[in-house]
């Protein structure tokens, strides 16, 4: 139909040069009745020639239609549209600043120079408006190894790593020398129940009733000069976990003594030897430092702004590496999908909002922050227009890892989601489970329930959905019978590591997993009523 339209309306069409065009008619309109005669017959002539030739198109076309096949390509432009050479492209820029940045991309490091890019990208060839959202992240550093030992009543050296940790976010750089012991009863949750702990090393077990950073930071308070939480012995290890809130935003405490993990063994001796004659040194090179890092948001200037469709993916990496899978694979996804679609022209119904966050690998801190500004209208110092309402966010698509070397298809089950925003969650799981069905690609279900950027949507109501590759999950033999591969390996070996560059890059997997989240994209930004098509329970 639109070629058709397209003679109709060319100037040099014979068709329209051999009787009167409309510009002739309106001059010769005003001219007596007999010119307006002529020229109703004339028209009249006109209008039956067009209709004619009008339905022959129609049906020449329904015919040239129905004899030739309709690939995937037809129906599905935009998923072509998408070219993963460019993927790559961007990828290759992201190494090269990780290469500039000490081998990272993390707040402290490449994170800015990789915002940077996506922002030069988006000026130059996106078609939104761009906004850069700040906020304060507090940032881990651990310099050198600490140093973790028994004085008296008999020297022990402990191995770091193997008795014992530093805990992530667990102060600043300390030296405890000949430092007494207090052992404290009920995980150290209640102040008035901690006993004297002023100047001593408080060993505590952990409790359910509060949490790591609760605890430690109520033992600081009453004059702890160190934190040890000795382990379960369910475990083998001492803990990393991090002592800090898990929602930090700036403004809330953070650890200023040592905070370590022992093993249940160490943690055994240090609870049965005569305490009051224990004797610790404690030396810990280590930083807690508040950074300011940043969110980029590309506002869609096309589409329904009360039906937005938020696609978000995270843009930091771990300090250890490069992060090209993690998460680069789904920054650089999410930016070429936005910079196809401006190319293409493409006009959703649904507004779309790219958001590419900071400060994932610290715990969330960028999509959280996000919401509590947007959401519950939190304001920090830089508190600024993001050109977007929480209310009219409709749902959050999430790209996070889509190229895992030993990769299988994970779409988020949208069951996990809490109740308020399961149902569409499991809509959206359903569109992602069309796309692999269609073309036949083997892919799996797995959890939404914590990890990634997702999580302060559905905990506040918008439903979320996404793909994924996998992380440090062992790929079993059932599995690689199902998704190829190799079995008994890691699906990404270079997780959280220095090897995570471009040769950790599944080009079949990005291949997928970008169109994959294409389809999803232009879907459901083109979905009518998308609050109902997210609110049907058939889905469930
Ligand atoms: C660079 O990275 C290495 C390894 O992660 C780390 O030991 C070193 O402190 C980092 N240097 C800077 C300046 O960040
Ligand atoms: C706690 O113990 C310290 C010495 O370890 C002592 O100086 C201080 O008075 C004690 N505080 C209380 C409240 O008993
Ligand atoms: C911690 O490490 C830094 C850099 O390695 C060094 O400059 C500093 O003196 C160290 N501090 C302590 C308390 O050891
Ligand atoms: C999806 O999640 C629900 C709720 O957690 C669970 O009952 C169901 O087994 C999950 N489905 C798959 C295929 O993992
Ligand atoms: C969702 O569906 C329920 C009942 O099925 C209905 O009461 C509610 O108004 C619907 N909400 C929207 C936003 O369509
Ligand atoms: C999908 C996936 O594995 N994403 C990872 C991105 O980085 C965060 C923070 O380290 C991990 O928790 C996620 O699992
Ligand atoms: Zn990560």
């Not at 960028?366 to 110092?381: I, M, P, Q, T, V």
Request: glycine share 8%; charged share 20%.
């Amino acid at each position: 139909m639109s070629s058709l339209e397209g003679t109709l309306s060319d100037d040099g069409a014979p068709l329209l040069r051999s009787t009167a065009n409309t510009a002739d008619i309106s001059r010769r309109r005003p001219q007596g009745s007999r010119i307006a005669e002529w020229y109703e017959t004339r028209s009249r002539d006109m209008l039956a020639l067009t209709t004619v030739l009008l339905l022959l198109g129609i049906g020449l076309g329904m015919w040239v239609y129905g004899t030739l096949p309709t690939s995937d390509r037809d129906e599905h432009p935009h998923e072509y549209a998408l070219s993963t050479e460019r993927i790559r492209d961007h990828l290759t820029q992201f190494l090269d600043i990780a290469g500039k940045h000490n081998n990272s991309r993390s707040v402290t490091n490449g994170h800015a120079a990789s915002a940077e890019y996506v922002i030069s990208q988006l000026n130059a060839h996106g078609n939104c408006d761009i906004y850069k959202q700040s906020f304060m992240s507090p940032v881990w550093t651990v310099h050198k190894a600490p140093r973790f030992s028994v004085r008296a009543p008999v020297q022990v050296d402990y191995i770091f790593e193997t008795d014992f940790q530093v805990m992530r976010y667990g102060g600043q750089s300390a030296t405890v020398d000949n430092a007494r012991v207090a052992i404290v009863e009920d995980g150290g949750c209640v102040a008035d129940r901690v006993g004297n702990v002023t100047g001593k090393i408080a060993v505590v077990r952990p409790s359910t009733s509060c949490s790591l950073f609760e605890a430690a930071f109520t033992l600081e308070q009453m004059g702890a000069s160190a934190v040890v939480f000795v382990r379960s012995a369910r475990f083998k290890t001492p803990s990393t976990a991090r002592v800090r809130f898990t929602d930090w935003k700036e403004g809330d405490p953070l650890m200023t003594v040592p905070v370590l993990s022992v093993t249940h063994s160490v943690g055994q001796l240090l609870q049965t030897a005569a305490v009051s004659k224990l004797r610790i040194d404690i030396e810990t090179n280590t930083s807690v430092d508040v950074v300011k890092t940043f969110n980029v948001l590309c506002v869609g200037r096309e589409g329904d702004s009360h039906n937005t469709v938020l696609v978000g993916s995270h843009l930091d990496s771990v300090a250890a590496g490069p992060g090209i899978n993690d998460n680069g694979s789904g920054s650089a996804s999410t930016l070429e999908i936005q910079l196809t679609l401006a190319r293409i022209k493409f006009k959703p119904h649904n507004r779309l909002v790219f958001a590419w966050w900071g400060a994932e690998e610290d715990g969330l801190l960028g999509s959280r922050h996000f919401a509590r500004e947007l959401a519950h209208g939190w304001k920090n110092r830089w508190a600024s227009d993001v050109g977007v309402r929480w209310e009219d966010i409709a749902l959050d698509l999430n790209f996070d890892m889509l190229a895992s070397p030993n990769f299988i298809a994970l779409v988020h089950n949208g069951t996990d989601a809490p109740k308020n925003a399961r149902t569409g969650s499991q809509r959206i799981q359903r569109v992602f489970e069309d796309y692999f069905v269609r073309h036949d690609y083997s892919y799996e279900l797995t959890d939404m329930l914590a990890g990634s950027d997702f999580v302060p949507f559905v905990d506040n109501g918008v439903p979320a959905g996404g793909v994924l590759t996998g992380a440090g999950e062992i790929k079993s033999i059932t599995e690689r019978s199902k998704h190829g591969g190799l079995a008994n390996a890691a699906l990404d070996t270079c997780y959280h590591r220095d090897c995570d560059t471009l040769l950790n890059i599944n080009m079949l997997a990005l291949d997928r997993m970008s169109k994959a989240a294409m389809y999803a994209v232009s879907t459901l930004s083109n979905v009518h009523d998308l609050r109902g098509y997210l609110n049907d329970t058939r889905y469930s």
